[in-house]
């Protein structure tokens, strides 16, 4: 169910839309159905349904997991009319679990459990104990049994004083779901087609209701304004820093370690404070990350230092413009490593040093304020402070060949296209319009004049 408005988040994104760890809520929903291995998922969306569903449909068709569906609920007349919209595409047979695209952080064993619970052939609700449970459905029950689910504002006094509510999420026999649907109604307190009138219809039809009762209050957590959304964001980056710490990751502080995405690790990485990862990265054995790094869609090589307040930014995981750093390489602080940088082993990148789409051999050092585009730099090559790599003519990018064992010194220009050869030296301050040839010195600048006993002139 993804149809409602999301008044409280005051904005103009359709609610579930809102990220959390960098992937939409109602994607997060989605995943735990692809965990469970789900045959189909049928998306309900109402309010923003266009952006809802192109949102959707993008992340999820390219990984082609199950059959995804979307049907839309407008107006919405409730949990129970949303349903109804979704029940003529089910297929017929199978366990029906139903999930709220505002609730992101159930996690799928749970699922699972519930739906062994449910077994095929019973009712089976996902509850929880609330110290303050007003605004939730209260479990009714008759000794052991599920009897019904009263709703906040339709319970009696001594209904409202039960504390185990129901989460909003369920599973249930496809087969007894339509015919329960045909019954529901919307004479209630609130004018709306409850699901949860179902329970009664299930007691009624002699279907066991069983409740799967859970006490982390996280996984039934829903997104309702930005408190509660950042929230749930502190809970999902706690519960990623412990499973990287259980994996024998030294996070400096896991509350302050943020994972948009999937970060790997090998055996001995530290990570010191206030690193953002998002998208794919995998950090090597050995590997540091200093404080206050922002690492997206990176391969570290085992051993490398990212010293503090280093950006790496690769694109796509797994194309050309991944970034790669090899190992033993030494980067920041206050580098900059952008799409389709590739630095081989023991490379060093210093401070304020620009990498694009250039590739870096073994030992190769740019250590001070330079900029590095569309080049390939061969092995040891030593890259003076302050120059740069004119690629780009205004129309075209060029590329850059610096070869093996290359001097260039502090201040050049290298105006692409342009080749250093290898053993080649450029002199510090240099434009470099043409070709050096191996082995050799090239200078551009203008020759050095000085005037002896220079007089410099005085205030009249
Ligand atoms: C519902 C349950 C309540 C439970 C609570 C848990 C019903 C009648 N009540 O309450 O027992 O304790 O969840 O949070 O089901 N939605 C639609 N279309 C609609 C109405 C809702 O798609 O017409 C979606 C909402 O966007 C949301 C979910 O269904 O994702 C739950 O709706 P919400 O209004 O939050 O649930 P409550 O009525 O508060
Ligand atoms: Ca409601």
């Given at each position: ?239 990623v820093a412990l499973g990287l710490m259980e994996q024998g990751v030294r996070l400096i502080d896991p509350a302050r370690l943020d994972v948009r995405g999937v970060l790997k ?196």
């Amino acid at each position: 169910m993804a149809a409602g408005k999301g008044t409280r988040m005051k904005s103009k994104l359709p609610k579930v839309l809102h990220l959390l760890a960098g992937r939409a809520l109602v994607q997060h929903v989605i995943d735990t159905a692809a965990v469970l291995s789900a045959r189909q998922v049928i998306v309900i969306t109402g309010h923003g349904a266009t952006e809802v569903e192109a949102a959707i449909a993008i992340s999820t068709r390219a990984a082609g997991q199950f059959d995804l569906n979307f049907v839309r609920q407008e107006p919405q007349l409730g949990t129970g009319h949303a349903v109804q919209q979704a029940a003529p595409m089910l297929q017929g047979d199978g366990v029906v679990v139903v999930l709220s695209g505002d609730v992101p952080l159930t996690q799928a064993d749970t699922l699972t459990q519930l739906i062994s619970a449910c077994g095929g052939d019973k009712l089976a609700l996902l509850t929880i104990d609330f110290a303050n449970p007003t605004g939730y459905g209260r479990i009714v029950r008759q000794g052991d049994l599920v009897q019904a689910i009263a709703e906040q504002k339709d319970a009696t006094p001594a209904q409202r004083q039960i504390t185990e509510v129901y989460s909003g999420i369920m599973a249930l026999p496809a087969q007894q779901l339509n015919k329960w649907l045909a019954r529901l109604d919307n004479k209630n307190a609130q004018g709306e087609y409850y699901l949860t009138d179902i329970v009664k219809f299930a007691v009624a039809d002699g279907v066991p209701v069983v409740a799967h009762k859970i006490n982390d209050a996280t996984q039934v957590a829903g997104v309702n304004s930005p408190v509660q959304l950042a929230e749930l964001e502190r809970a999902y980056q706690r519960r990623v820093a412990l499973g990287l710490m259980e994996q024998g990751v030294r996070l400096i502080d896991p509350a302050r370690l943020d994972v948009r995405g999937v970060l790997k690790c090998g055996q001995d990485v530290s990570i010191d404070v206030n690193c953002v990862f998002e998208g794919q990265v995998s950090l090597g054995d050995g590997v540091k990350v200093g404080a206050n790094c922002v690492i997206k869609n990176a391969g570290i090589g085992a051993s490398a230092v990212i010293h503090p307040f280093s950006h790496i930014e690769g694109g796509k995981p797994g194309s050309k413009d991944a970034v790669e750093v090899g190992e033993g390489a030494l980067i920041g602080p206050f580098a900059r490593l952008r799409p389709g940088a590739k630095l081989g082993a023991g490379v060093h990148i210093g401070n304020f040093v620009e990498v694009k789409n250039s590739s870096l051999a073994k030992g190769a050092k740019a250590n001070h304020l330079a900029y590095l585009g569309d080049a390939t730099v061969g092995e040891r090559v030593n890259y003076g402070a302050g120059s740069i790599t004119a690629n780009y003519d205004g129309a075209n990018k060029h590329r850059t060949i610096i070869e093996a064992d290359v001097h260039i010194g502090s201040n050049c220009v290298l105006i692409a296209p342009v080749t250093v050869g290898a053993g080649g030296t450029v002199g510090g301050g240099t434009t470099l319009t043409k070709d050096t040839p191996p082995l050799a010195l090239s200078v551009a600048r203008a020759r050095q004049v000085s005037i002896s006993n220079w007089k410099r002139p005085s205030k009249k």
